[in-house]
């Protein structure tokens, strides 16, 4: 149900009546209520899918010869939780950037599991961010590249105020993103264990984390804005192509 939804909303937001449907307040009430309703799902499916997402993940990236580390969320509930994060309602990992025919090819072993392509990110040409959904689980993968010595950098995009919408074949090209720039200490992974299984991480997470949630970090802060409370964040004034696949 959730995903016939999904793909109506997809299809009005590039049609001509998207104007009116974001004015009509009986209509913004109705997906106020159903964002509210799939976040809660959203929030369960991590911890119900969420190690078999990150085990399928693994098995598929040691095909392609690449590996990844936990990050973001991910990362700060396996060291402070040593659990997922209650209120998170996806999954993140991170790994150095790779050349896109075998992003292909990560796409199509992931879709022979079960796991499917559902939002690409690209930008001057390069994809610089995936999203995967299995079960309703999302999980992003955020590429990164080295920026000066012990410095990775990586991208992210987030909806913006003037988005425009545009139907293909078997995608749709969303415009208006507003993209941002991060900036992590990094010096190299080590092996960590979380919920029985063995992931990597970065060898200076403390340092990690520290960049990407304060010093404070260990300690939950219900006013933290991702996207916003970082100082590691910088505006990017370029445009971005994402494809969220129907």
Known sequence: MATLVDNLIKHLRASKFYRFAKSNTVLIK?????????YQ???ESVHI?????????????AEIGEEFWLDYGTLLGAVREKDFISHDKDLDIGCFDFDDKKKEKLVQILSQKGVKLYKQYEMDGKIFEQAFHLNGLHIDVFYYWESSKDIILCYFGEIGTNMQFENHADYQIAKGYKTSSVTSRFTGLMDYEFKGSTFKIPKNYQEYLTDNYGT???????????????KN????????????YI
């Open 216 to 230: 404070t970090y260990m300690n939950k802060d219900e006013n933290w804005v991702a996207g916003e409370s970082p």
């Open 49 to 61: 899918y969420g190690m078999q997402m990150l085990g399928i993940m693994k098995d598929a990236f």
């Open 41 to 43: 799902k959203q929030k």
């Open 233 to 244: 964040i910088k505006l990017v004034d370029k445009p971005v192509i994402v494809k969220e």
């Open 30 to 38: 109705l997906k106020r209520n159903y964002d509210r309703i799939q």
